[in-house]
């Protein structure tokens, strides 16, 4: 009884097919990914704008009066800054001020006047970090927004504002490695005092 053995393989041409079929969906593919990667970093502006809307009513629930105070009204994220790929808070400082120990004459440090220092707990902070604004220092493709210029730069597409009764916050980072040397690029949220959220240029 004879065997038989199957010599059979794939010829050159079956190969080359396979090759260009998985370049193909490659092509398709690797985009779509990264475009689902960073529209999955949208989340973490969406939250931060959240809790600022909620440290904002607080805050008016208080005094009666929206402001920039920031990490006076106990939105402080400085301590996780360097892994937020945004930067959030407000364009310019509130054109109301608010003196919040005169406020609530309750002696609690903390001056928010515009052109002045925030203090709170003997912590200074310029009144870009702290008084409005606070900057994402998490690097796409080696670059982030640097500081409030940038920053205004990049919300310019809806200005931020505050007063007594209406406030507009922001939200805008780097979070795709296509976009990531133009501050007019940036990817940009807002959310105002009825809670809301708009995504004002999509980034990715």
């Known amino acids: 009884m004879k065997k038989y053995k199957n010599n059979e393989g794939f010829t050159l041409v079956e190969l080359m097919v396979v090759v260009a079929i998985i370049g193909i969906l490659s092509a398709v593919a690797i985009p779509n990914f990264k475009r689902y990667q960073a529209k999955s970093k949208t989340t973490e502006a969406r939250l ?42 407000f364009e310019t400082a509130d054109t109301n001020g608010v003196d919040v120990a005169a406020v609530n004459n309750q002696n609690v440090p903390g001056i928010c006047i515009i052109g002045q220092i925030v203090c709170v707990d003997n912590t200074c902070a310029t009144s870009a970090n702290g008084a409005r604004l606070y900057i994402g220092r998490k690097l796409i493709g080696g670059n982030q927004l640097a500081d409030e210029t940038e920053f205004a730069t990049a919300v310019a597409v809806s200005p931020t504002d505050v007063d007594v009764t209406t406030f507009t916050a922001a939200a805008a980072g780097y979070i795709s490695n296509d976009r990531s040397a133009d501050p007019g690029e940036a990817d940009v949220w807002t959310i105002d005092q009825d809670k809301l959220i708009l995504q004002r240029r999509i980034g990715y």
């Open 48 to 89: 931060q704008l959240s809790a600022l809307y909620t440290a904002e009513q607080s805050f008016f629930t208080d005094y009666t009066t929206y402001a920039t105070c920031l990490n006076v009204m106990a939105y402080d994220p400085s301590k996780e800054t360097v892994s937020r790929y945004y930067s959030v808070g």
